[in-house]
C-alpha cells in the first residue's frame, strides 16, 4: 500500500513538475513575446513621431512655397506694369516723334512762303534805294540755315 501511495504520489509530483514546467515554459513565452512587443511599440512610437515631425515640416514647406508663389506673382505683376509703362511710352514717343515731323513740315512750308516774299521785299526795298532785310538766322539763331 505504501509503495502504491509512493508511485502515486511521485506521478502527482511529476505531474506537477510537468504543469509547473509548462508553466514556466508559457512564462518564458510570454516574456518573449512581451519584450517583442515593447520594442514593436518603441518603434511604433518612433515612426509615428517622424510621421508627425515631417507633417510639420510639410506645412512650413507648404507655407514657405505660398510665400514664394504671392511674391513670385507680384513680380509678375510689377513686369506686367513694366511691360504696360513700357508700351505707353512707346506710344507716346510715336505721337512725339509724329507731331515734330509735323511741325517741321508746317515750319518748311512757311520757309518755301517766307522765301518768296522775302525776295520780293528785298527787291522792292532795292528799287527804293534801301538795304535789304537781314536773313532769317541772321536775326535770330532759332531759325538755322537747314
Request: hydrophobic share 30%; net charge negative.
Amino acid at each position: 500500500i505504501y509503495e502504491r501511495q509512493s508511485i502515486a504520489a511521485r506521478r502527482k509530483t511529476m505531474t506537477d513538475e510537468a504543469t509547473i514546467m509548462g508553466k514556466l515554459e508559457c512564462l518564458k513565452e510570454i516574456r518573449a513575446r512581451t519584450v517583442q512587443m515593447e520594442k514593436l511599440k518603441s518603434r511604433l512610437r518612433s515612426e509615428i513621431e517622424a510621421t508627425e515631425s515631417e507633417e510639420r515640416c510639410l506645412q512650413e514647406y507648404r507655407h514657405e512655397m505660398e510665400l514664394l508663389l504671392q511674391e513670385k506673382m507680384a513680380h509678375v505683376e510689377e513686369l506686367r506694369q513694366i511691360h504696360a509703362d513700357i508700351n505707353v511710352m512707346e506710344t507716346v514717343i510715336k505721337q512725339s516723334e509724329e507731331d515734330r515731323n509735323k511741325h517741321l513740315d508746317g515750319a518748311k512750308q512757311m520757309h518755301h512762303e517766307y522765301k518768296p516774299l522775302k525776295d520780293l521785299v528785298d527787291k522792292l526795298r532795292l528799287e527804293i534805294g534801301l538795304s535789304k532785310l537781314p536773313e532769317l538766322h541772321e536775326e535770330d539763331q532759332t531759325f538755322k540755315p537747314e
